[in-house]
């Protein structure tokens, strides 16, 4: 898809348009004006009882009035507690087809998704041992978004992900995830919803909800820390990790210019996802 006015890339860049958790994504966009009634981005949410910040990607706005369909676009954080009540909802809901779990053989091997009756389960790891050990903080953190860029593995990984998006049944849900949902899951949904012609804005918007999403967990892990006489320095990693920033996904943004001349080009050159194929995601995800 050649961008009119790489409003994805020059807004992230710029720091405009950077939105904050509260707005509803019907304030989003101008040059795409929604013409139906939108949800707050919180409203995305599924609630399952044993895996967090699980989210339907239907009903955000997109080019020429159209929306994501829902019940088609799941993203979500692991789900290795999923409950009989889950695995119901997600298979008589959602018509769940598929499961893109994003992690290291690490992860899945310490916390093995549950295994959904019906579902494809499909393991393709993003980072390699040189993309992922580093230490973590916020720069480098935003080294490590650039390698979703450079990394012939990450890039490999969310071309096999637009590929199952392609090959997905009629009817049925797609769900892809990580370990908490928000750095390779974000950018996967980042990915996504740009391939649809969602604004930039509402992109924005879904990338940094994470870190309402996950609010639970983080204040959880830190008042674990606290109790156990945790330094300063231990609760703010705690933070660091637990969440997102904006600055994270410039980054990669920033790299793709550098490397492809836009996003536009990244999707066709980088991950070899034809406008033919990005048509036809189109034509199967809008409505």
């Given amino acids: 898809m050649k961008e009119s006015n790489e409003s994805f890339a020059a807004s992230a860049l710029t720091g405009e348009a950077i939105p ?14 929604a ?51 889950d695995i119901n909802k997600l298979q008589n809901t959602y018509n769940l087809a598929v499961d893109f779990d994003l992690r290291r053989p690490e992860e899945v091997s310490e916390n ?3 295994t959904i009756p019906g579902v494809k389960y499909i393991n393709d790891t993003v980072d390699t041992r040189e993309t992922y050990y580093y230490q973590i903080n916020p720069e480098n953190n935003r080294k490590h978004y650039r390698t979703y860029a450079t990394s012939p593995q990450a890039r ?6 637009f590929s199952s998006l392609l090959n997905k049944p009629i009817g049925q849900a797609f769900l892809w995830h990580c370990t908490s949902g928000k750095d390779r899951t974000g950018v996967a949904a ?33 008042a674990h820390l606290k109790a156990k006489g945790a330094s300063r320095a231990e609760i703010k990693f705690a933070k660091i990790d637990g969440g997102v920033d904006l600055s994270y996904l410039k980054a990669l943004i920033d790299e793709i210019h550098q490397d492809y001349g836009s ?18 995601l189109r034509e199967m995800y809008l409505e």
């Fill in 20 to 33: 904050t958790t509260g707005d509803s994504t019907n304030t989003f966009s101008i040059s795409q004006p």
């Fill in 35 to 85: 013409v139906r009634t939108l949800k707050n981005v919180k409203d995305h949410e599924i609630h399952l009882e044993g895996a967090f910040n699980v989210r339907d990607m239907g009903g955000y706005p997109a080019k020429d009035g159209l929306v994501v369909k829902s019940h088609v676009l799941l993203r979500s954080a692991r789900l290795n507690q999923l409950t009989q009540m």
């Fill in 112 to 114: 093995p998704d549950v």
């Fill in 156 to 161: 490999k990984v969310y071309h096999d992900l």
């Fill in 190 to 222: 980042a990915l996504v919803l740009y391939v649809l012609g969602v604004d930039s804005r509402t992109i924005f918007k879904d990338y940094v909800a994470s870190n309402d999403f996950l609010k639970v967990q983080i204040n959880q892990r830190i």
């Fill in 263 to 280: 996003v536009g080009e990244y999707i066709t050159e980088g991950l070899h996802i034809t406008h033919e194929q990005q048509e036809r």
